[in-house]
Nanobody, 122 residues
Framework: VQLQASGGGLVQTGGSLRLSCAAS????????FGWFRQAPGKEREFVSV????????YYVPSVKGRFTISRDNAKSTVYLQMNSLKPEDTAVYYC????????????????WGQGTQVTVSS
């Protein structure tokens, strides 16, 4: 499984971005996908997860109501729509995949994309 994240950029506070994660290889509905982020000097943290069917989603409280995760299994692509962005959302965002468990735990994810930089200016 290979993952390619894209869509990052520089945006002002209150702006929006949509991240994409294109998957290749075996990425059927048995795979759950997550988004994580890592700010400078901080550990990588969970942002959101979507189940293999797309029927279940979960968000870290700091982004709930502002971010929306979705997936298009026909295109093997997962999205993260980010609205009302804040400076504290600035980080490198990574997509990840796992067939083991629908989880917010970094350790459960076996496949990782290369990351895409999101910078929110104040």
């Amino acid at each position: 499984v290979q993952l390619q994240a894209s869509g990052g950029g520089l945006v002002q506070t209150g702006g929006s971005l949509r991240l994409s994660c294109a998957a290749s290889g075996r990425t059927d509905s048995t795979f759950h996908f997550g988004w994580f982020r890592q700010a400078p000097g901080k550990e990588r943290e969970f942002v959101s997860v979507i189940s293999g069917s797309g029927g279940s989603t979960y968000y870290v409280p700091s982004v709930k109501g502002r971010f929306t995760i979705s997936r298009d299994n026909a295109k093997s692509t997962v999205y993260l729509q980010m609205n009302s962005l804040k400076p504290e959302d600035t980080a490198v965002y990574y997509c990840a995949a796992t067939s083991r468990s629908y989880s917010a735990s970094i350790g459960m994810y076996d496949y990782w994309g290369q990351g895409t930089q999101v910078t929110v200016s104040s």
